[in-house]
C-alpha cells in the first residue's frame, strides 16, 4: 500500500480520478509473446535469464502506463510458470509498482481453508507481507468460512480483495449460472460480496470487490445494481470480446465503481498494426492511453 | 515424476503397496511451530533465514516419512508466505523429495481460464515444469472449460491432478451441498473427475482424483462409490476430527483408491505428549509410521 492510512478503495478512487482512468493493466508476460529486444539470445530453458528478461519487461511496461493506469494487475501464474526465479521476478516488479504511483492487484485467485487461508492473505497483504501488494483476487469454492481468514487480514491493512463471482470464460456457467430457489449462484455470491464490502465503506465503495467478465453484460449489469458498494473488476475486455459499451454495464450512475482489465491488448500493443512503427515502450503506452481514453468516453464521470 | 514412462497413479498404487502405506504427509511449516532447533535464534523478519530452516525442517521431515509414505504434499501458502525465498525453499523441498523414494502432490488448488489455466499447469506439471511436481490440487469454480488444459498438460507427462469435490471445512456446503435437479454440486464435480479419470484408467485407478474430506463420512462412502475409478485424496483427518473409521469410507473393496492427508499430527508429532522424550525427527518418524499403521489397518488390502 502507498499509504497505510488510506484505504483500498480510498486509493482506488482517487488514483481513477486523478488519472482520468478505469483500466487496470494486466501482466501476462508470455515468454514467446515478449519482445525480440528483450529476449534477446535467451534460451527458453535459461530460467534465470528468462525471468530476468521477464521482470525487466515488466517493470519497462509498468513506467510506460503508469500514467494511464491506477492499478496494475499482474498474473501469478506466468511468473509461477518460470520457478523460484520467476517468483523472484515478481517480487521485483510488485517493489517497482510500490515505487511508481500505481496500486498492486495480485491476480492469484487463491482460496483454502482456516489457518491456510490465513497463510496466503498474510502472504500478499498482510501487514508483515513479504510481497506486499494492495489487492488479490480470491476463490469462493471453499465456501464463506473460507473467505473470513482473508477478510480479517484485508482488514488489518484496510487492503483490498476480489471475489470471483461470474468470471468471462466460456464455460463460467458451469456452477456460477446454476439456480438455487430461483437464484444464481452468482447472485448469491455477489449478496455476499456486497455484505462483506459493507463493513468498510468509504466514498460509496469497500475494500472487498468482485470480479465479473465483460463477456456477460447481461449479468455485469445486475450485478452492478446488487453490489452497489462493491468494486467490481472486469476481465475479458478487447481479446476476449468484451466491448467498451459491454463493460459500461458495470460503472455507477457517477461512472465509477470498476476497473477494466486489458492484459494483451496493452502489453503486447507492439505487435499490433495499429501501433507499428513505434519501439514496443512507446506501443505500450499509446495502447494503455488509448483504452484509458476510450473507456473513460464510455462510462467515466 | 520419478519415472516419466509410469502414470502418476501407478507410481502411486505401487508406492502405497510395497510401503503399506496409504498415508499422504502434509507439509504446512508454519514457522511459529517449528521444533526450536530449527528456529534457533532467528527472528521471523528474516525472511531468507527463515525460508532456509524452513527447507531444512521440510527435507529433515521428508527424510525422516520417507519409508512410511508413498506421497508428500507441500502446501503452497505456508511457503508464499514467506515471499520469494520461500518459494526458492518449496523448489529445494520437491527437489529432495525427488531424490527420495515418495511422489510429490502440491497442494496449490490451482484455477484460472484458458492460458493461465495452461500456464499454472505448465509452471507445476508440464514436460519442462521449473517445480517438478508429480500432481497438483486444481479448483474447479470457473468452470470445466479452465480444466482442460490442466488435464492436457498432466496427460503429457502422465502426471496427476486432484479436483476439489467436497472439501474438508465446516463451510464447505456454502455451494458443494447445493443442490440442482436433485443433484448435489459434489456428485456433479464426481461425475465429472470419474468421466476425467476414465481415459487413463491403469490397474483400476486413472490419473484424475478427487478431494473429499474425512469429515463426511457420508458424502465420502456416497463418492467412493461414484467415482469408482478416482484416487481420492481425503484431508480432515486427525486434528480436523476425521478417525480412521471415517477415512475407511473413501477406499475400494481392495483396500486400495485413496491417500489420507496427515500434516500437523505427523510434522510437529514433538510437540505431543505421546512422543515426549524423543528428538522431533523421530517423533515425526514414529507418528508417521503409527499414522500409516493405524489407516493400513483401518482400511489396507
Given at each position: 500500500m502507498k499509504n497505510d492510512q488510506a484505504s483500498f478503495s480510498v486509493q482506488l478512487r482517487s488514483a481513477i480520478l486523478s488519472k482520468r482512468s478505469a483500466v487496470c493493466v494486466g501482466l501476462d508476460p508470455r515468454w514467446s509473446s515478449l519482445p525480440s529486444n528483450i529476449r534477446g539470445e535467451i534460451e527458453h530453458q535459461n530460467r534465470r535469464a528468462?525471468?530476468?528478461?521477464?521482470?525487466?519487461?515488466?517493470?519497462?511496461?509498468?513506467?510506460?502506463?503508469?500514467?494511464?493506469?491506477?492499478?496494475?494487475?499482474?498474473?501469478?501464474?506466468?511468473?509461477?510458470?518460470?520457478?523460484p526465479e520467476g517468483m523472484q521476478a515478481l517480487a521485483s516488479v510488485i517493489q517497482h509498482c510500490r515505487k511508481r504511483s500505481v496500486l498492486v492487484l495480485l491476480d492469484g485467485k487463491r482460496g483454502d481453508i482456516g489457518s491456510t487461508a490465513e497463510a496466503y492473505a498474510d502472504a500478499y497483504l498482510g501487514v508483515e507481507s513479504a510481497w506486499g501488494c494492495d489487492a488479490l483476487t480470491i476463490n469462493p469454492f471453499l465456501g464463506e468460512d473460507t473467505l473470513e481468514p482473508f477478510l480479517r487480514v484485508a482488514n488489518d491493512r484496510s487492503a483490498g480483495l476480489f471475489v470471483l463471482v461470474k468470471t468471462s470464460n466460456p464455460g463460467s456457467g458451469f456452477l456460477q449460472d446454476k439456480q438455487i430457489d430461483g437464484e444464481f449462484i452468482y447472485e448469491s455470491l455477489a449478496d455476499l460480496v456486497q455484505s462483506f464490502a459493507k463493513p468498510t465503506i468509504k466514498q460509496g465503495y469497500g475494500s472487498v470487490g468482485a470480479v465479473v467478465g465483460a463477456t456477460y453484460p447481461e449479468q455485469l449489469s445486475s450485478l452492478r445494481k446488487r453490489m452497489p458498494n462493491a468494486w467490481i473488476l472486469i476481465p475479458g475486455y478487447g481479446a476476449q470480446g468484451g466491448t467498451a459499451a459491454d463493460v459500461a454495464y458495470g460503472f455507477d450512475e457517477e461512472g465509477l465503481g470498476a476497473i477494466v482489465n486489458s492484459s494483451r491488448g496493452i502489453i503486447f500493443a507492439y505487435q499490433s498494426s495499429e501501433y507499428a512503427g513505434r519501439d514496443w515502450q512507446h506501443a505500450v503506452a499509446e495502447a494503455a492511453r488509448d483504452t484509458a481514453r476510450q473507456i473513460w468516453e464510455a462510462t467515466g464521470p
Amino acid at each position: 500500500m502507498k499509504n497505510d492510512q488510506a484505504s483500498f478503495s480510498v486509493q482506488l478512487r482517487s488514483a481513477i480520478l486523478s488519472k482520468r482512468s478505469a483500466v487496470c493493466v494486466g501482466l501476462d508476460p508470455r515468454w514467446s509473446s515478449l519482445p525480440s529486444n528483450i529476449r534477446g539470445e535467451i534460451e527458453h530453458q535459461n530460467r534465470r535469464a528468462v525471468a530476468q528478461a521477464t521482470a525487466k519487461f515488466c517493470c519497462e511496461v509498468v513506467d510506460a502506463v503508469e500514467a494511464f493506469t491506477p492499478i496494475i494487475k499482474p498474473q501469478a501464474a506466468f511468473f509461477e510458470q518460470l520457478g523460484p526465479e520467476g517468483m523472484q521476478a515478481l517480487a521485483s516488479v510488485i517493489q517497482h509498482c510500490r515505487k511508481r504511483s500505481v496500486l498492486v492487484l495480485l491476480d492469484g485467485k487463491r482460496g483454502d481453508i482456516g489457518s491456510t487461508a490465513e497463510a496466503y492473505a498474510d502472504a500478499y497483504l498482510g501487514v508483515e507481507s513479504a510481497w506486499g501488494c494492495d489487492a488479490l483476487t480470491i476463490n469462493p469454492f471453499l465456501g464463506e468460512d473460507t473467505l473470513e481468514p482473508f477478510l480479517r487480514v484485508a482488514n488489518d491493512r484496510s487492503a483490498g480483495l476480489f471475489v470471483l463471482v461470474k468470471t468471462s470464460n466460456p464455460g463460467s456457467g458451469f456452477l456460477q449460472d446454476k439456480q438455487i430457489d430461483g437464484e444464481f449462484i452468482y447472485e448469491s455470491l455477489a449478496d455476499l460480496v456486497q455484505s462483506f464490502a459493507k463493513p468498510t465503506i468509504k466514498q460509496g465503495y469497500g475494500s472487498v470487490g468482485a470480479v465479473v467478465g465483460a463477456t456477460y453484460p447481461e449479468q455485469l449489469s445486475s450485478l452492478r445494481k446488487r453490489m452497489p458498494n462493491a468494486w467490481i473488476l472486469i476481465p475479458g475486455y478487447g481479446a476476449q470480446g468484451g466491448t467498451a459499451a459491454d463493460v459500461a454495464y458495470g460503472f455507477d450512475e457517477e461512472g465509477l465503481g470498476a476497473i477494466v482489465n486489458s492484459s494483451r491488448g496493452i502489453i503486447f500493443a507492439y505487435q499490433s498494426s495499429e501501433y507499428a512503427g513505434r519501439d514496443w515502450q512507446h506501443a505500450v503506452a499509446e495502447a494503455a492511453r488509448d483504452t484509458a481514453r476510450q473507456i473513460w468516453e464510455a462510462t467515466g464521470p
